[in-house]
């Protein structure tokens, strides 16, 4: 618009400036009807005035196909409703103000509801007036298009007016304009004839300018605003575009998408409504008349403004679609293909699809700036600087520093950094998706894809020791912020390079067993191991898969199936004279070689690692040592070695911080010493536990701990004690059908807890039953302790209520079967019966 007031007077009303936008587009009226989604009747009755007050939902979408925006789109809608008049001043309207000129000031309009936004425009009001020798000069607000700037810019020139007695105004840049254009609209707006007079107009008073779009004239903007801030010293510039102004002292001021809900959000309306990003998706399907989101679109609701990526554009865009799509088709039909939302170019009418608006911005891109993007893009999630530079460097397409690349795509909003910890950047999938379709035209794909799967392998490499010690919840958190790459690396290089994925898989194991994940992880590991591909993989890596894959196994009963892999792995890390590689191989053989009934084995396998680490000086797996070998010694019934092996794992986890492995050696100790008829000082070294598992998080084995508590009470004959222990232990088992006021009262049958019931609880029912003197109540809940404990790796346990139901036992062929069942379950776990066992079996 140019700087003369009457030339862009447009005569006549709404029906006149409606045809006139339209030719200016240079659409038809067909065209114009179906780029707005209206019928072609009613842009022909518009125009020919048959129609004076359109609906408003009409008129919207008639703004948003001519491409109108700001102050121009609200003259737009005003004058439709016949708030305006003719000759209302459209600064949109392209009855062109010389091709090459700003269009004139727009007197700082509303800019709408601005959903999301009141903590940026707080801060940035604060810094413009509660500050302002701090903002005096060029602030910028930055960001990809349709991020909201142009919106955030006006709400803040508007909070901000009353501070700038000299005035607010603003003006739109176009391609094309030179220095002395920019500087002539500037002096029209505020009211001077030449830019030779601005100096003097800015000369005492504070002023506010407002420029929009700088990246369409970059250089002319550049050396406009140079030139103000040597003349007018008073004059405070916000301005908006894709990138900085590049002035010296300029406040870049990056514009982020609004919030959107975490992944794990509940499919709960009213959980989810007070996102940012939620908010505008439903004011904006109310505008069009959309009910609510009904229950059953709440979660296509959460996953679509997640993959929009709260970009406001964006929401718009799918917003439009909801005339005819619900929430669930929507996301249906673009979820995977958010470049295509928008409403394809007609014409010489301006793009609005997403791809058009990320390809914008890409353009602006210097060479090395665009392939970095190319590279990131395959990056889910949150990334660091760290795993940046992996993807970076080394490339010799890139030059300089990757902390400078990573400025400049946030500087263009193409990037995103929220919070302070590591794992505070991101790709929007907008332009992830934009991004990986440039890698692939430019044949780049594949060999991206391959260096994504070498950086997370070598990631999971490093944290993989940390998976077994007392850095061990830390590990699993730092691979879990990562899941999602993890996941993708492992798929694509299964296929295209399986000697990474197996090296990535091989270090993943313990983090699968961790989150419960035994049977996929064995899945994958068992896959890869087993292609041709991998045949001649590095010995080392090979034989950790090998390894995992036996760990996985173990977890879901199938150990025995993968001793072979075991076995082969210790062979191949003593080959390589792999100290750490040889213990886990032993450690897991000796659970397998137990699970079979291989007793011996198993303690063959951990004497030989107790040695190796004794010798290489492995404190820590001295420690798990001497712990798993404790439970052969109680097996054999010599409490006293078992004793001693529990002191020695207590003393070396101190000795290695393992504070945890040095609580459960503690809670082992205090099972001997229940075994041995210590009772007391089960008790109390037993409760001293309880409190540190608590500490640690370690619900299950406090769990196991409190039995051991509640059985040496009961033995030792303290009922009440014990009653209230056993209480407890079953008011944290959820699903009961019968209250534990009914199992304290002694009404509930045992047979109606044999399954449910842990052997625990059915052992101290048991022997409260005997310290009252009641053998029949106690034979048949020793008899459920038997059924509980069966499916037990410990057949320690079911040796103990065997000895009590024979004990106990009044009937002549119960006590023969039970005898008999006692005799093989020694004999397969070469079980050797404590005195005080053999004893109480004597005296009956």
């Known amino acids: 618009m140019t700087p003369d007031h009457g030339a ?34 009613t842009v022909r009755d518009l125009e020919r005035g048959r129609a004076s007050r359109p609906q408003r939902t009409t008129v919207e979408l008639l703004a948003a196909a001519l491409g109108l925006a700001g102050r121009d789109r609200a003259d737009f809608v005003a004058l439709a409703r016949g708030q305006g008049a003719p000759g209302v001043e459209l600064g949109a309207v392209p009855v062109p103000p010389g091709p090459h000129l700003p269009r004139r000031g727009f007197g700082l309009p509303e800019p709408g509801e601005l959903i999301g936004r009141d903590r940026e425009v707080a801060d940035l009001a604060a810094m413009l007036t509660e500050h302002p020798r701090m903002a005096r000069g060029v602030v910028s607000l930055v960001g990809l298009a349709g991020v909201g700037k142009t919106g955030l810019a006006l709400k803040v020139a508007r909070e901000v007016a009353g501070a700038y007695p000299g005035g607010t105004s603003g003006i739109v840049m176009i391609d094309g304009s030179t220095e002395a254009d920019v500087l002539s609209v500037v002096a029209t707006v505020f009211g001077v004839g030449r830019a030779s007079e601005l100096a003097e107009r800015f000369s005492d008073t504070p002023s506010l300018l407002l420029v929009d779009a700088v990246e369409r004239a970059p250089g002319a903007a550049a050396e406009a605003l140079n030139r ?55 004011a904006r399907l109310r505008q069009i008349g959309r009910e609510p989101p009904q229950p059953d679109e709440v979660g296509a609701l959460v996953e679509l403004v997640r993959r929009l990526g709260g970009l406001p554009l964006a929401i718009e865009l799918a917003a439009a679609h909801g005339r005819v799509l619900n929430l669930n088709e929507m996301l249906d039909r673009y979820g995977n293909r958010l470049l ?58 890139l030059t300089g520093d990757p902390v400078r690349l990573l400025d400049r795509l946030l500087e263009h909003g193409l990037i995103g950094a929220r919070g302070t910890g590591p794992l505070r950047f991101r790709v929007l999938d907008v332009v992830r998706d934009f991004a990986a379709e440039r890698a692939a035209a430019h044949g780049e794909l594949a060999a991206i894809r391959r260096r994504h799967a070498s950086v997370f392998a070598r990631l999971a490499a490093r944290v993989a020791p940390d998976l077994a010690g007392a850095r061990i919840v830390e590990a699993v958190g730092r691979l879990d912020e990562v899941a999602g790459d993890i996941w993708t690396a492992l798929a694509y290089a299964a296929n295209d390079d399986p000697h990474t994925a197996l090296w990535l898989a091989g270090n993943l194991a313990r983090w699968w067993r961790y989150r419960g994940r035994d049977v996929a992880g064995r899945q994958w590991l068992r896959r890869l191991l087993d292609d041709p591909r991998t045949g001649d993989a590095d010995p080392a890596v090979r034989a950790w898969a090998q390894v995992g ?25 003593q080959r390589l004279s792999d100290a750490s590689g040889e213990l886990a191989a ?21 004497e030989a690692a107790l040695e190796l680490a004794t010798r290489t000086g492995r404190v820590r797996d001295m420690a798990v040592a001497q712990n798993n070998l404790t ?20 003393r070396l986890a101190g000795e290695c911080g393992e504070e945890r492995l040095r609580v459960l050696a503690r809670a082992n100790l205090a099972e001997v010493a229940r075994l041995e008829g210590r009772y007391a000082d089960a008790v109390r070294q037993g409760r001293r536990v309880m409190v540190a598992l608590a500490d640690l998080g370690d619900p299950g084995h406090r769990r196991r701990v409190l039995g051991t508590v509640g059985l040496a009470l009961a033995q030792e004959g303290r009922i009440d004690e ?15 059908d019968v209250g534990g006021a009914e199992l304290e009262s002694g009404r509930a049958r045992p047979d109606e807890f044999a399954v449910r019931d842990d052997g625990m609880c059915a052992l101290i029912e048991a022997t409260l039953a005997m310290q009252r003197g009641d053998r029949e109540w106690a034979a048949e809940w020793y008899a459920a302790a038997v ?58």
């Not at 173990?554 to 890390?573: C, D, I, K, M």
Request: net charge negative; proline share 6%.
């Open 8 to 41: 862009d007077r447009i005569p006549g009303g709404f029906s006149d400036v409606l045809r006139r936008c339209r030719l200016a587009a240079g659409l038809t009226q067909a065209e114009l009807a179906e780029r707005a989604a209206v019928g072609i009747r």
């Open 228 to 282: 103000l801030a040597e003349i007018a010293p008073m004059l405070q510039v916000l301005t908006t575009g894709r990138h900085p102004v590049g002035l010296p002292g300029e406040q870049v001021r990056p514009v982020t998408p609004l919030e959107v809900p975490p992944a794990d959000a509940p499919a709960d309306l009213a959980l989810v409504a007070d996102y940012p990003a939620v908010a505008l998706l439903l």
């Open 340 to 397: 295509d939302l928008g409403i394809p170019p007609v014409g010489r009418a301006a793009v609005a699809t997403l791809r058009d608006a990320v390809a914008a911005s890409y353009r602006l891109l210097e060479a090395d700036e665009r392939a970095a993007l190319r590279r990131l893009s395959v990056l889910r999630n949150r990334w660091s600087v760290e795993l940046a530079e992996a993807m970076l460097v080394p490339d010799p397409a």
């Open 549 to 573: 894959v036996a760990q996985l196994a173990q977890e879901h009963g199938a150990g025995p199936q993968e001793l072979p892999a075991a076995e082969a792995a210790v062979s191949t890390f």
């Open 586 to 606: 032993r450690n897991v053989i000796c659970g397998i070689w137990t699970a079979l009934g291989g007793h011996d084995e198993a303690r063959r396998h951990g």
């Open 631 to 650: 439970w052969h010694e109680i097996r054999v019934g010599d409490l006293g070695a078992a004793r001693r092996r529990l002191a020695a794992v207590d």
């Open 722 to 736: 014990a009653t209230a222990v056993l209480a407890e232990l079953r008011s944290g088992k959820a699903g009961d």
């Open 787 to 844: 059924q509980a404990c069966a499916g037990s790796r410990d057949l320690r346990d079911v040796a103990e209520a065997l000895v009590g139901l024979v004990a106990s036992t009044d009937e002549p062929a119960h006590r023969a079967a039970a005898l008999k069942r006692l005799d093989q379950v020694c004999r397969e776990g070469a079980i050797v019966l404590l005195p005080q066992e053999r004893a109480l079996l004597g005296s009956v």
